[in-house]
């Protein structure tokens, strides 16, 4: 990395241009947003759960999905992580990354991919990092599903926003055909769905709630061990169940 010395007015001067920011990161005593409507976020949430992972980063290598700004990426190799890499889709927020992980001198690879190319990436980390990404996504569970078979090596962590109930119900094993109350318990899992926006925001397209999130992890292989912070989830790979990326139709019925 880079020894360049960064005056505070040199800082102050590139945070404006390469604004606006979603992450309120303090680089060397200036913040990047500071009238973040979430106040200071991430920092706010990654201080709720942040315990429950730093014992696994040090010596490990992590991949930090939808990385944005690069609050988790630098989080992360203050920890000891032996290599981090941040990946996301908007060049934009890639540019804010790059300058953050500069002025803190902290050596953090960014590339521009997609959740749905993270096969291409051929490697496994110790450590995936699946924050803030999920109701962005037009094909949530797909995402999941190549996270699990193609990069993820042992933790998830999960963070999503989430609506509706916070009750948790544990679905049956299966259903009559005739049966549907239980589509209407608050507990059951949801996923809704946004036609046009949420919160100003084009990009939000599906928001599940506890139930819903809880189902897809274990849809997609990931067994929660812990639920430290209302949104986050950490979760161990497991092999996946059967039957998970089947495609309708089936032929016949299960012997």
Same mark, same amino acid.
């Given at each position: ?8 007015? *040199? $800082? ?10 979603? @992450?309120?990161?303090?680089?060397? #005593? ?9 106040? *200071? ?37 203050? &920890? ?36 749905? *190319? ?28 190549? $996270? ?15 609506? #509706? ?15 549907? *109350?239980?589509?209407?318990?608050? #507990? ?38 812990? @639920? ?8 161990? &790979? ?13 032929? #016949?019925?299960?012997?």
């Amino acid at each position: 990395m880079s020894n360049r010395h960064f005056t505070t007015d *040199d $800082i102050r001067l590139r945070i404006e241009q390469l604004g606006p920011w979603f @992450h309120n990161m303090e680089l060397r #005593g200036v913040r990047t947003a500071p009238t973040h409507f979430l106040g *200071d976020y991430p920092s706010v949430k990654w201080r709720q759960f942040s315990q429950s992972i730093i014992p696994e980063i040090e010596g490990h290598t992590v991949l930090d999905i939808g990385c944005n700004a690069g609050f988790y990426s630098i989080e992360m190799k203050r &920890r000891g992580a032996a290599r981090v890499l941040g990946i996301d889709n908007d060049e934009d927020y890639l540019r804010q990354a790059r300058f953050a992980a500069e002025v803190n001198d902290l050596d953090i690879e960014f590339r521009n991919i997609s959740v749905y *190319d993270v096969g291409m990436l051929r490697e496994r980390f110790d450590i995936v990092l699946f924050l803030g990404v999920l109701y962005h996504l037009r094909h949530p569970l797909l995402a999941l599903d190549l $996270i699990h078979e193609h990069v993820a090596g042992n933790l998830l962590v999960f963070q999503s926003m989430l609506r #509706g109930s916070s009750e948790v119900e544990r679905p049956s094993e299966d259903y009559d055909f005739w049966e549907d *109350d239980h589509f209407s318990r608050p #507990g059951y899992p949801k996923l809704h769905f946004v036609e046009r926006r949420y919160a100003n925001d084009p990009t939000n397209w599906w928001i599940p709630n506890n139930a819903c999130v809880e189902a897809m992890l274990r849809s997609s292989g990931f067994e929660i061990e812990l @639920h430290p912070e209302d949104e986050v989830y950490i979760c161990r &790979r497991t092999e996946a169940p059967a039957g998970a990326g089947a495609v309708y139709p089936t032929k #016949g019925r299960p012997t």
